[in-house]
Structures are given as structure tokens and as C-alpha cells.
């Protein structure tokens, strides 16, 4: 054999060998398969919800660059207020334009990013002002603060992997992305009958709609997830220019919020407390801003900002009341104005406060007949019946707590739990407290901060006394998310002053450093349990289905929903104590404020008719019941749910047969 046939011959064994163990590797990859397809779409899909939740802010920070918004010296808080301003208009611009053109992907694809193209100068110089901001935060970081952006970067990095997970926490599946969803499905933004909440102002709603419309559910959780991460940055970057210790008391204030268990995990539940939040930075920021420099804008602005917080939901009116009363304070002791120079201001920041809360309170009453449905006067769908079920909360705890209330929030305070129902953790009082230890005098910038922060405290204070003795709803801590900022504010200069401090020879920072790392560091474990225990990693990386995993977080409520989807098509179903709808409408009608039997009963008595023909006149063909929550309900002790009423419901459904049955906590009934 020559010499050119054996080195053919060596190429075709080589080219055999090749082909086989090609052969070999598909076949052994088919068989154990070691991607699923849905695992190889996982990271492209990730990738486009963040897109679209950075493309969102991105936007409302170039529109606020393009509004000529700034803060002297301190880039970082410049982009976090213009931001700020720009996801407040395009609230409006979604709600405007979804009300009248429609829900589709010109209004909220199309037009953005048309707009985004004709800014691009403006976008372009707010992500320079964040970049560069933070590469100066991160520069002068010491050692202890880089090890508290490392645990606040894992407690970001955590909560962003549950964000991008589908939805399953409660509010979330009742309401707060009930509406988007339901305005997407009809084309427009309208009132929503069976949704009493769509009278709430929805200024984070509109956002989430204009993220879920191409991104999804888990999109809405996203830009949520980012709109808590500017937050944090304003408060760091609040310090950046006036204080003698600067941004190294900056970490401090984030590290005392996410501190709070509470915090930390709402970063990723889609819902709207941390935009009240970040509204409450953007106006301390504009008040400090006044103090400093007396500028007539810089006081509207803060004002606008109040206004906004107000937006997110009636409560976020708690920052109109404490900025007004700084406002109102600080002008008339500190800045000795009098007379026509006071009136003139106190009016300045009202005018700024009126300007976005008018657009809803306007809405309201044109769709309902009420500014400020659906609480204090009978509209559109809440009768007196509605309104004493919804408003009638008896006050929380006994009227002196109200004098403990700061320490009550804190150590008795437990997410979804009775009473405070928040988790805050304990740096905000702890830290808060150091302020007594102050022995340098303060520079004119910390001297406004703290007072400031004093002030919003004691207001804090005194409106969540009052509003807990009008409704006991009124105790829960989320309710006034806006003014929390303020707190971490003391809590950083609290920090300021024991850094300084020292007992002989002894730093009392060692001592208090290791408590904030060791709070951080509590919240931070927590999260990542909580992130490994939910399987959010396997659901956001394909390896579990979406099922099991809200099987693996919901409960039976989740099999309970996709049997609603099974049912016949053209089937509607009446829910009975079960609020969250989330995954079933428009098909469904959840039980929102747990009165649809007490709201049956009573029209089927006025109408001489039974509940099941009433039922049937309204087109239901299959009633879901919470067992769990009408026995939970049973023993009467809810003053709105007497126990007659729910044995009632009881002897009624005697005269059904159970389609399905869920464990204790579901069952589905035909309606005959």
C-alpha cells in the first residue's frame, strides 16, 4: 500500500472516530437529557424581563434628566430624583393613553421607545450620573462598608431570583397585578366592577402594566425589584455632598432598612409599599435640597414628590402630613419667615402635593361618582353593607401603646402577623438612638437632615397613633413605608455620632458595627433560605416546572386554580372567602373583601329569591369555597361575619355535591 493511500486510509479512521463519538454523545445526551428545553430558554428569558424592567427606568430617569431636575454636587441623588419624576409621568402617560387609545404594543411598545430614541441624549447622561455616581460610593468605601454592600448585594441578588419567579404572594395575586393583567386581557384601562381596589390611585399599577404587556407577571416584579434598588441609592447617595462622614453613612441608612426582614423580601413581591418608599427618599431629598439652598423649585419638587408617594396608595398621604409639618416648622423657626414670605411657602409645597393626586382623585370621580372610592362614602359598587365590612376594623391594642409605638413596631412587629404585620428590624431604633451621643457640633447640611428626621419621626409617630384609634387597619406598618426613609436617616447619623464616640479607651463603633452586621447579616440568611426553600433558583434556571413550584408555595390553592381553568370553556365561578384571583380571571369572581355571601344573602332576601337562583341569574355555573376560610370565620368572633351567617352558608351547600375536593382548604361546587 502506498504511502498516500495509508495516510487517506488514517484520515477516513480519524473522520469514523469523529462521527462516533458524535454519534455516541447525541444519543447519551438524548437519553439523560442534561438540558431541557425549558432550562435553555431560561436564561433568555431572564435576561428580556430585565431589559424591559431596565428599559422602564432607564426612560423615566432620561425624562427627568430632559425635565432639567438636578441636585448641586451630588450626581447620584440627581438621577435618583429624576427617576423619581420620570416613572410618576409615565404613570400617568399609561393611564391616560391606556384609558383612551388602548393597552397594546404601540401605546406602551412602540411610543416608549420612540420617546427613549428622541431622549437618548437625556438617557444617555443619567446612566453616566449612576455609573459614575457609584464607582465614587464604591471608592470611598472602607472596609466595613464593602462588607455591607457585599450582604445588601446578596440580598438584592436573592430577592432579584424570586422576582423573576412567578408571582404567589397574597396581594399580589388579589390585586396589585390583578389589574394590569385584567387591563392587558381587555385592551384598556377601565373600572373594574368586581375589583374595588382599581379605585385605589395606581401609580405602581400602571408601571407594572407596562412591564407585564411584554415581559409577563414576573416583569412587574422586576421593576418593582428596581424601583427598591434606587431607593437604596438615594438614601446612600443622600449623604454624598454636606456631611463630614459622607457616603460611609450612606450604607449605614440602606443597611438599617434592609435590615428589616420585611424590606428585604418585599424587594420581589410585585407589590407597591417600597414605590411609596422611594417617593419618600426623592422628596427628603428635595427638602434638603431647599433647606440648603432656599430655591423655590426644590420645595415644589419635594411637594410633588409627597404628591406622588399619595399616588401609590391613600396612605402614602402620611409624607404630605410630615413634610407639611417640617415644612411648616423648619419655615417659620428656622428660615424666620412671617407672614406673606410663610403663606407663600406652605403654599408652594401644597401646590407641588395637589398636581399628580388630582389626576386619580379626578378619575374617581368621574368613573364612580366619588373622589376616593371605594372608602367613606357609598359609589359604584360599595354600599353601606361594603363599606362597614371593609372600614369597620376595631382599633388595635389599648390607647396607651400608642405611646410605645415605635418600640411596639419593632419588637412585636412580624410579617403577616397580627397587629404591625412588618418585620423592620431592630437598626432603625438602635441606631436612631446614638443621635443622644452627639458631641461635635453639626455642619448646616446634618443639622436639616436630622431635623428632618426628628420631625418626620414625631409626626410618624402621632398620625400612626391617631390613624390606629379611627381603624384598627391602620395599625400595619406598611401603611406608611414612605416616611421610613426618614428614620434611616436618623439611623445614619445616629451611626455618625457613636463613630465618634468613645467610652475611655473603647470605640463604641466596634461594638455597634458588629450589631448592624449581625442584623444584615440575619435578614440577608433569612432571604436565602427563604430563595432555596421556595426553589426560586430551579424555577428561574427551568429546572422545575412552574406548577410544582407554586404547588411548593401555595398550597392546595394552586391545583385549586388550574381545576378552575379546566372546567368547561364559557364556565364563570363565585368565589366565597378566597380574595386572590391572579391566575383565574376574568373566568372567576373572587370573594375581595369576603362579602359576596354576606352581599348574596342579603339580595336574595330583598329579591324573594334563594341564593342559588340568584347565582344562576348571574351567570355562575360553579361556586369555589375556602373551606379553611369560612371555618377559620365560624366562631362568630368577627363582628362582620356572625356565625349564623356562616352556618347558613353551610346548610346551603348540604344541597350540593362537590365536584372537586383539595384537601380541607378547597372545594368546587356544580351549581344545580
Not at 457585599?150 to 397574597?170: D, E, G, N, Q, R
Amino acid at each position: 500500500m502506498s504511502r498516500q493511500n495509508i495516510e487517506n486510509n488514517f484520515k477516513l479512521r480519524i473522520v469514523l472516530v469523529m462521527l462516533f463519538a458524535l454519534l455516541v454523545l447525541a444519543g447519551y445526551f438524548i437519553v439523560h437529557k442534561p438540558i431541557t428545553p425549558e432550562s435553555a430558554a431560561a436564561p433568555g428569558l431572564v435576561t428580556w424581563r430585565v431589559l424591559v424592567s431596565l428599559f422602564i427606568m432607564i426612560l423615566a430617569g432620561g425624562i427627568g434628566n430632559r425635565m432639567g431636575i438636578h441636585i448641586d454636587e451630588n450626581p447620584l441623588s440627581s438621577a435618583v430624583i429624576q427617576s423619581g419624576l420620570g416613572l410618576g409621568i409615565l404613570s400617568v402617560y399609561v393611564l391616560a393613553i391606556g384609558s383612551t387609545l388602548g393597552v397594546n404594543w404601540i401605546t406602551l411598545g412602540f411610543i416608549p421607545l420612540a420617546t427613549c430614541s428622541l431622549l437618548y441624549r437625556s438617557v444617555f447622561k443619567w446612566v453616566r450620573q449612576v455609573t459614575t455616581a457609584l464607582q465614587e460610593i464604591l471608592g470611598g468605601a472602607g472596609i466595613f462598608e464593602r462588607w455591607l454592600a457585599f450582604f445588601m448585594l446578596v440580598i438584592f441578588a436573592a430577592s432579584l431570583i424570586t422576582a423573576l419567579s412567578p408571582p404567589f404572594h397574597y396581594d399580589a395575586l388579589m390585586y396589585h397585578l390583578v389589574m394590569p393583567q385584567t387591563y392587558i386581557q381587555q385592551g384598556r384601562i377601565t373600572h373594574i366592577p368586581w375589583l374595588v381596589m382599581t379605585g385605589m390611585p395606581q401609580c405602581t399599577e400602571m408601571l407594572y402594566t407596562m412591564a407585564i404587556l411584554p415581559g409577563g407577571l414576573p416583569a412587574a416584579a422586576v421593576t418593582g425589584w428596581m424601583i427598591g434598588l434606587m431607593a437604596i441609592l438615594g438614601i446612600s447617595g443622600f449623604f454624598q455632598t454636606g456631611f463630614q462622614s459622607g457616603s460611609r453613612i450612606g450604607w449605614v441608612a440602606a443597611a438599617s432598612l434592609l435590615a428589616g426582614e420585611t424590606f428585604a423580601s418585599s424587594l420581589s413581591w410585585a407589590y407597591i409599599d417600597w414605590m411609596g418608599l422611594f417617593f419618600g427618599v426623592c422628596c427628603l431629598i428635595s427638602l434638603q435640597a431647599w433647606l440648603t439652598s432656599e430655591r423655590a423649585p426644590s420645595l415644589f419638587l419635594a411637594g410633588i414628590f409627597a404628591g406622588l408617594a399619595f399616588t401609590t396608595k391613600y396612605t402614602g398621604g402620611i409624607l404630605f402630613l410630615c413634610g407639611f409639618a417640617a415644612v411648616l416648622i423648619l419655615t417659620n423657626k428656622n428660615l424666620h419667615y412671617s407672614g406673606r414670605a410663610l403663606v407663600k411657602t406652605i403654599l408652594l409645597f401644597c401646590g407641588g402635593a395637589v398636581v399628580f393626586p388630582a389626576v386619580w382623585l379626578s378619575r374617581n370621580l368621574i368613573i364612580t361618582g366619588s373622589p376616593v372610592y371605594p372608602f367613606f362614602f357609598p359609589a359604584a359598587e360599595m354600599d353601606a353593607v361594603r363599606l362597614s365590612v371593609y372600614q369597620g376594623a376595631e382599633p388595635y391594642g389599648e390607647w396607651w401603646e400608642g405611646f410605645v409605638l415605635p418600640i411596639r413596631a419593632t419588637l412585636w412587629g412580624l410579617e403577616s402577623a397580627e397587629g404591625y404585620s412588618v418585620s423592620i428590624g431592630p437598626l432603625l431604633l438602635i441606631l436612631a438612638s446614638g443621635n443622644l451621643l452627639r458631641q461635635r457640633t453639626l455642619k448646616v447640611s446634618e443639622k436639616n437632615a436630622l431635623r428632618l428626621g426628628v420631625i418626620f419621626f414625631f409626626a410618624l409617630w402621632f398620625f400612626w397613633g391617631i390613624g390606629n384609634r379611627l381603624s384598627g387597619y391602620l395599625i400595619q406598618t406598611r401603611m406608611y413605608f414612605s416616611i421610613f426613609p426618614a428614620l434611616a436617616i436618623l439611623a445614619a447619623l445616629g451611626w455618625d455620632a457613636i463613630r465618634e464616640t468613645r467610652w475611655k479607651t473603647i470605640r463604641l463603633s466596634l461594638f455597634f458595627g458588629a450589631v448592624i452586621l449581625l442584623s444584615l447579616g440575619f435578614s440577608l440568611s433569612n432571604l436565602v433560605l427563604q430563595t432555596i426553600k421556595q426553589d426560586s433558583i430551579k424555577v428561574v434556571t427551568g429546572f422545575t416546572s412552574e406548577n410544582d413550584y407554586l404547588d411548593n408555595n401555595l398550597g392546595w390553592y394552586a391545583p385549586a386554580m388550574r381545576a378552575i381553568h379546566d372546567l368547561p370553556s364559557g364556565s364563570k365561578t363565585l368565589f366565597l372567602y378566597e380574595p386572590r384571583g391572579l391566575t383565574c380571571v376574568p373566568d372567576c369572581d373572587p370573594d375581595e373583601i369576603l362579602d359576596q355571601w354576606k352581599l348574596s344573602r342579603l339580595t336574595a332576601i330583598s329579591n324573594s329569591i334563594s341564593e342559588l337562583e340568584l347565582w344562576k341569574q348571574k351567570g355562575y355555573n360553579y361556586l369555589l369555597i375556602n373551606q379553611a376560610g369560612m371555618d377559620f370565620l365560624a366562631d362568630g368572633k368577627d363582628p362582620h361575619h356572625p356565625a349564623a351567617e356562616i352556618q347558613a352558608l353551610k346548610d346551603l351547600l348540604k344541597q350540593l355535591k362537590p365536584v372537586q375536593s383539595f384537601g380541607e382548604s378547597y372545594r368546587i361546587f356544580q351549581l344545580p
